[in-house]
Nanobody, 123 residues
Framework: VQLQASGGGLVQAGDSLRLSCAAS????????MGWFRQAPGKEREFVSA????????FYSDSVKGRFTISRDIAKNTVYLQMNNLKPEDTAVYYC?????????????????WGQGTLVTVSS
């Protein structure tokens, strides 16, 4: 399975972006999906995840209320809608496919990773 993340860019604080993560095949339609990010000089951190059914969605405290995760199973694509972006959201964002159908917040819960897309938020 290959995951291709896209949609990053340079925006100003308060702007919105939508990240996309397209999977190479339908295996991920039965897997939980997650988004992580890594800022310069920092460790990778959890951003959001959802069960494959979409029943349960989880967010880190830092993005809750601003970011929304969703998926289009027919397109085999997962999205991360990011609103009211802040400079501290600047990072490389990675999508990942879970090892199973239930969402997890740990990197170890995921076994396939996209290449990352850079989001830069200026103040």
């Amino acid at each position: 399975v290959q995951l291709q993340a896209s949609g990053g860019g340079l925006v100003q604080a308060g702007d919105s972006l939508r990240l996309s993560c397209a999977a190479s095949r339908r295996t991920t339609s039965n897997n939980a999906m997650g988004w992580f990010r890594q800022a310069p000089g920092k460790e990778r951190e959890f951003v959001s995840a959802m069960d494959w059914r979409g029943d349960n969605k989880f967010y880190s405290d830092s993005v809750k209320g601003r970011f929304t995760i969703s998926r289009d199973i027919a397109k085999n694509t997962v999205y991360l809608q990011m609103n009211n972006l802040k400079p501290e959201d600047t990072a490389v964002y990675y999508c990942a496919a879970g090892r199973g159908s239930r969402a997890g917040s740990q990197s170890a819960d995921h076994n396939y990773w996209g290449q990352g897309t850079l989001v830069t938020v200026s103040s």
